[in-house]
C-alpha cells in the first residue's frame, strides 16, 4: 500500500485520484496483516485497489466527481466495496470519473484531483495530451500507470471497456445483476453495472469473482445467481471456438489504424484455433439514439434526489423552497450533467413518451433479440471497442461528438450482455488499442479464458 501511494504522489499530474487519506489505508493495511498473521486473510488478502469514486465508502468522501456530493461521508459501504474488503482488499482512495459517470474523456469532473487546487482533466499516460477515455478514466489511468495494481469502474454504456482500450489494460462489465448496484451512484439503473480493471484478464478474474453475488435484499436487479469463480477455467484450450465477427462492427467510421490492430489480434485469435465466423448486428446504428434517450431518461429520474435536502450541496441564497431546488440544482450540476436531464424530461414527458421514450425501449428489446439471433452462430464476439485511439485533450468538444464513439460499447450495454476490453495493440501515434470481447449472459467466464489466453 506505501509503495502505491508514493506512486500516486509522484504521478498526481495525471489526476487520477480524487482522495487519498493514507491513515485510512494504512489502517486497513494493518487490519489485513492481523488477519493474515492469523491465516484468515482472503484470497485478496492486503492488495492493494482503488475504487471509482461513484462507489460510496465509509472511510473515503464520495463525489461521482460532482460539485453536488464535494465533501460528502456516506454512513455505509456499497456491496462490492464490503466484498472486496471482506476479500482482504486495501483501499488506496478514490478515483477521478465523469460527473456522474456521464462522458467518454473524463473530462466532465468537477472536482479537484488529488494536488490540484481546481478540477482538471485526468491525462492518458501513454501520452499526457491526449484523454484516457471516460467516465472510469481515472480508474484505467491508475492500472495504465501502476498507481494502483487494479481497481474498480462501473459500466453504463462503455465505461469499463472504453477508457480500460484506451489506456492499453484490461476490463470486464460482467452481464447485468451480478454485481451488486447497491451504493453504487445511479446514472441509469437498468444499465448501470460494476466490474473489474486490471493488467490482465487474469487480475480481472479474481477481482470479478469477488464482486459478484446476489444481494437481493438490497438491490431489486440483482440476480439470484451463486458467485462463480471465473479463475477456474482461464487456461481452457480455446480450440473451435466460434468468434463472431460482426459486420456493423468494421464499416466506415472505423479509422484505419485501430482496424488493422484488430484484424491483427483476430488472427492470433485463429492461431491458437478459433474460428471467426461472419455474422451481422443490423440495429448497431441505432444503439446510440436508443442509448441517448433511455439513460438520460433514467438520469433524469436518479438525479432528482439532488435537491440540497437529502445530500450534499445545498445554495446559499434563496427565498423559498422552489428557489432553494432550483439554486441548488444550478450551482451542483454540470453542464453535461444538466443536458441528460432535460433531455431525460423531455423524452418522459407526455406527449413526447410514446415518440421517444416507448420506442427506444422497443428498439432496445430488438437489440438484445439480434444478439441471441448471433450467439446461434457463435460463441463470443469480437470487434473493436472504439472507432478511434484516444484523442486529444479537448479534443471532442461537441457532446454529439463523444456520443457517436460510444458506438460500439452500447450495444452488449443495451442488451445487458458481459464484454470486456483486451490490449491488442498499438493504433496512431502508438496509442493503445482494445478488442471488444462480447459474451452471452453469464458466460463471463469463456470471456475471461478468451482473453488469458491471448495474453
Ligand atoms: N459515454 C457514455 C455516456 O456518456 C457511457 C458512460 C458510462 O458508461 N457511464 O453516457
Redesign the pocket.
Same mark, same amino acid.
Given at each position: 500500500a506505501q509503495h502505491f501511494l508514493a506512486r500516486a504522489q509522484a504521478h498526481q499530474n495525471l489526476g487520477a485520484f480524487v482522495s487519498i487519506d493514507e491513515e485510512a489505508t494504512l489502517a486497513q493495511a494493518r487490519a489485513a496483516d492481523a488477519l493474515i498473521a492469523q491465516g484468515k486473510g482472503g484470497r485478496l488478502a492486503g492488495v492493494p485497489i482503488a475504487h471509482k469514486d461513484i462507489f460510496v465508502t465509509r472511510d473515503f468522501p464520495t463525489t461521482a466527481s460532482s460539485k453536488m456530493l464535494a465533501g460528502y461521508r456516506s454512513p455505509f459501504d456499497a456491496t462490492v466495496v464490503t466484498r472486496l474488503a471482506e476479500a482482504g482488499a486495501v483501499t488506496l482512495g478514490k478515483l477521478n470519473c465523469?460527473e456522474f459517470?456521464? !462522458?467518454?474523456a473524463n473530462e466532465n469532473s468537477a472536482i479537484a484531483p488529488v494536488g490540484f487546487d481546481a478540477p482538471a482533466p485526468v491525462r492518458n499516460p501513454w501520452n499526457t495530451d491526449r484523454v484516457p477515455g471516460?467516465?472510469s478514466g481515472g480508474s484505467a489511468v491508475a492500472v495504465a500507470a501502476g498507481l494502483a495494481p487494479a481497481v474498480t469502474g @462501473? &459500466?453504463?454504456? !462503455?465505461?469499463i471497456r472504453?477508457p480500460a482500450s484506451f489506456c492499453g489494460i484490461t476490463g470486464i462489465k460482467p452481464t447485468y445483476g451480478r454485481a451488486s448496484r447497491y451504493g453504487m451512484i445511479a446514472?441509469a439503473s437498468s444499465l448501470d453495472q460494476a466490474g473489474p480493471m486490471g493488467k490482465s484478464a487474469e487480475d480481472c478474474a479474481l477481482l470479478l469473482s469477488e464482486m459478484c453475488g446476489p444481494d437481493l435484499d438490497r438491490d431489486s436487479t440483482s440476480l439470484d445467481v451463486p458467485a462463480e469463480d471465473f479463475t477456474a477455467r482461464l487456461n481452457d484450450g480455446i480450440e473451435g471456438l466460434r468468434i463472431g465477427i460482426p459486420a456493423e462492427f468494421f464499416g466506415e467510421g472505423l479509422s484505419a489504424d485501430v482496424r488493422a490492430a484488430v484484424d491483427g489480434a483476430l488472427k492470433e485469435y485463429e492461431k491458437l484455433g478459433a474460428r471467426l465466423v461472419p455474422i451481422s448486428l443490423p440495429r448497431t446504428e441505432l444503439s446510440i439514439p436508443v /442509448?441517448y434517450i433511455l439513460?438520460p431518461a433514467e438520469a433524469s429520474s436518479n438525479l432528482s434526489r439532488f435537491d440540497g435536502v437529502k445530500f450534499g450541496h445545498r445554495a446559499k441564497n434563496y427565498t423559498d423552497l422552489v428557489d432553494m431546488y432550483k439554486k441548488t440544482r444550478a450551482e451542483g450540476f454540470g453542464d453535461e450533467v444538466k443536458r441528460r436531464i432535460m433531455i431525460g424530461a423531455y423524452v418522459l414527458s407526455e406527449g413526447y413518451y410514446d415518440a421517444y421514450y416507448l420506442q427506444a425501449q422497443k428498439i432496445r428489446r430488438m437489440i438484445a433479440d439480434d444478439f441471441q439471433a448471433a450467439f446461434q452462430q457463435c460463441d463470443v464476439i469480437a470487434g473493436p471497442a472504439a472507432p478511434t485511439v484516444a484523442w486529444q485533450l479537448g479534443g471532442k468538444s461537441d457532446p454529439l461528438a463523444? /456520443?457517436l464513439a &460510444?458506438i460500439f @460499447?452500447l450495444p452488449a450495454?443495451l442488451a445487458g450482455l458481459p464484454g470486456m476490453s483486451v490490449p491488442a495493440g498499438f493504433g496512431e501515434a502508438g496509442m493503445p488499442v482494445g478488442l471488444q470481447l462480447i459474451g452471452n449472459y453469464f458466460k463471463e467466464g469463456q470471456l475471461l479464458n478468451a482473453a488469458h489466453r491471448f495474453q
Open positions: 465523469d459517470a456521464m !462522458g467518454s471516460g467516465s @462501473t &459500466d453504463t454504456g !462503455g465505461s472504453q446514472f /442509448y439513460a463523444n /456520443y &460510444d @460499447t450495454s
